[in-house]
């Protein structure tokens, strides 16, 4: 605090605050030219910089509360690896009083679930007319640190950050405006960046941004990994394609560990041969504000499967979950049908092409006793049900058709593997709904097991599957993980392999997909803690060991 205020004091002198003399500088890096800022969320590459839009992006939790801010990293552009001091430099140019933000992560945030795991990294900008510093230091997603420095800022300003030793030195416009302990937060001797938008404007560019290091320190720049990796012959995926009916194996894939972690790239691109965007392509990513569409790590997903004979399925169109608080705000139902269907029509648009097939619809059974007695007929009276009653589920999937015509287009549930009024209520809908025409392919079984009760009898879904082919319906286990207690990985292994032998053995079983492959980040990992303990629920452990699950799924392939 103190030396911070000191440093403010000096505001206008360009020597150190540490009251060491300036470090020697080395040679200068320009990290934007020739440089991927083109796969980042907001931002596109222009004539004078990188143009970066406001997303207010988000992460919300299941039942819709929190908000999280959830900036875009530039996973697919430059990241430095250095030794020793160092200074970056940017230039921010705003035009319509945009609170302009660089993030600078000394390892990178997991956005992999409703939750964002901020690590370590800082972010630095201008607010209003002052500089702005935060400093997260990894064990909690609030920063440690939060200061203001200087004020009276213009459009344009020029910040520069040194790091040297423990100490982070803020200057704005050649002044030094500020120290703060930097307390190892790039002691991996790496930063990726980011950057983000705030206040009330639309955006602002990133003019410049150079780095070079300090007093003899060591810097070089890397670019992200090549999304495609080696292929074995001797995987899941070439199991499955071998049968006599071929197969594919999917598995839930999120852009961030795919950037920034070998091994879960390696074994995604060489287990399977199609994925499922887990959460990239869900509203709160896409489309965070009304209007304003953000698909860069969408597209990576799309890219990876491409570089490596994957096929994509896509998830999902229209759901009551990972929504944008904007699209769960009060509107009229005609306002929000259009809102469902412009939806529908630029994101199914822009992915046209390039993905096999689409979930239009999530989860439209409800989980409430009273919604299969009083006149719902078992739909989840969610938002979209609300304006347009069970006719969303038509309108939905006339408006896919017409985006993508050459998708196959599912609808997506859980619950529904075993008897019961939950599938009951399913398979009358599906029936009203090839009555009416409506342009469905098939229905994805989910198979989440979180408990030895969500266990299903592989004979009872073999039925579903049965009474889906007589309706015309295509099928596939879209979701499948089991979550088990302690030493049951046996009993673990066999669930996977007896539900998929049940999908090689139905004709219109098309697929079968594992919702995430390591626990290292699968979804039933346990937020109570500060970071979240990993679940057990994957073929693969978090150390990317494969577990008896896996050696399982290769022997119901290889029978
Ligand atoms: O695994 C997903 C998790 O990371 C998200 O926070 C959550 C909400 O968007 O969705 C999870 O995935 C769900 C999928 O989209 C639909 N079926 C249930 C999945 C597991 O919860």
Redesign the pocket.
């Given at each position: 605090m103190a030396a911070a205020a000191a440093c403010a004091l000096l505001a206008g002198v360009s020597t150190s605050c540490t009251g060491a003399p300036a470090p020697a500088r080395g040679p200068v890096t320009d990290l934007l030219g020739g440089r991927d800022w083109a796969h980042f969320a907001g931002a596109e590459q222009t004539r004078s910089g990188v143009r970066v839009t406001r997303l207010d992006r988000r992460?919300t939790?299941?039942d819709g509360s929190g908000g999280r801010p959830n900036p875009p990293v530039n996973l697919r552009g430059p990241h430095l690896v250095f030794r020793g001091g160092l200074r970056i430099e940017a230039r921010l140019s705003r035009t319509d009083g945009t609170d302009a933000y660089l993030h600078l992560y000394g390892e990178v945030p997991v956005v992999?679930?409703?939750?964002r795991r901020e690590r370590r990294g800082v972010r630095i900008g201008v607010a209003g007319g002052r500089v702005r510093f935060d400093r997260w230091d990894g064990d909690s997603d609030r920063p440690a640190l939060t200061r203001s420095f200087g004020g009276g800022l213009g459009d344009e300003v020029r910040l520069a950050v040194e790091v040297r030793g423990d100490r982070l030195v803020l200057e704005a416009d050649g002044h030094v405006v500020g120290t703060v302990p930097g307390r190892e937060v790039f002691g991996h001797g790496r930063i990726w960046f980011g950057a983000d938008a705030g206040g009330g404007g639309r955006g602002w560019t990133l003019g410049a941004l150079r780095a070079m290091p300090l007093g003899g320190g060591r810097l070089s720049v890397r670019d992200a990994p090549a999304l495609r990796v080696p292929r074995s012959t001797d995987a899941l995926r070439d199991l499955a394609a071998g049968r006599e009916r071929p197969l594919r194996v999917g598995t839930?894939v999120?852009a961030g560990p795919l950037l920034t972690d070998d091994a879960y790239r390696r074994t995604a691109g060489e287990e399977f041969s199609m994925l499922t965007p887990?959460?990239d392509f869900?509203a709160?990513f896409v489309q965070p504000r009304r209007g304003v569409f953000a698909f860069a790590e969408g597209d990576t997903l799309v890219d990876f499967a491409r570089a490596n004979g994957m096929l994509v399925h896509a998830?999902?169109l229209v759901?009551f979950?990972?929504l944008p608080s904007w699209m769960r705000a009060a509107m009229t139902r005609e306002d929000r049908e259009h809102v469902m269907t412009e939806h529908i029509r630029v994101v199914a648009g822009h992915f046209r092409g390039k993905v096999a097939e689409w979930d239009v619809v999530?989860?439209p059974m409800s989980d409430e006793d009273e919604d299969y007695t009083n006149g719902n007929r078992g739909v989840r009276p969610h938002l979209w049900f609300e304006a347009m009653g069970e006719r969303y589920i038509d309108i939905a999937f006339r408006t896919a058709r017409e985006a993508d015509p050459h998708a196959v287009l599912y609808l997506?549930e859980?619950g529904v593997e075993e008897d019961g009024p939950r599938w009951d209520a399913l398979y009358a809908l599906l029936t009203r709904l090839k009555e009416r025409g409506v342009p469905i392919d098939g229905v994805g079984f989910?198979n989440?097991e979180y408990a030895a009760a969500d266990r299903t009898d592989p004979e009872a879904f073999r039925r579903k599957l049965r009474a889906l082919a007589g309706l015309g319906l295509k099928a596939r286990v879209s979701?499948m993980?089991v979550l088990v207690g302690e030493g049951e990985e046996d009993a673990q292994a066999r669930e996977f392999a007896a539900k998929l032998a049940v999908c090689e053995e139905e004709p219109n079983c098309t697929s079968f997909s594992t919702?995430?492959f390591t626990d290292r980040y699968g979804?039933t990992a346990d937020l109570r803690n500060y970071p979240p303990a990993p679940g057990n629920a994957l073929p693969w452990d978090s150390a990317y060991e494969a577990k008896p699950a896996y050696r399982a799924l290769r022997d119901a392939l290889d029978r």
């Open positions: 992460v939790r299941q992999y679930d409703e939750w839930a999120a887990e959460n869900k709160q998830h999902t759901w979950e990972a999530n989860e997506n859980y989910q989440h979701e993980d919702w995430g979804s």
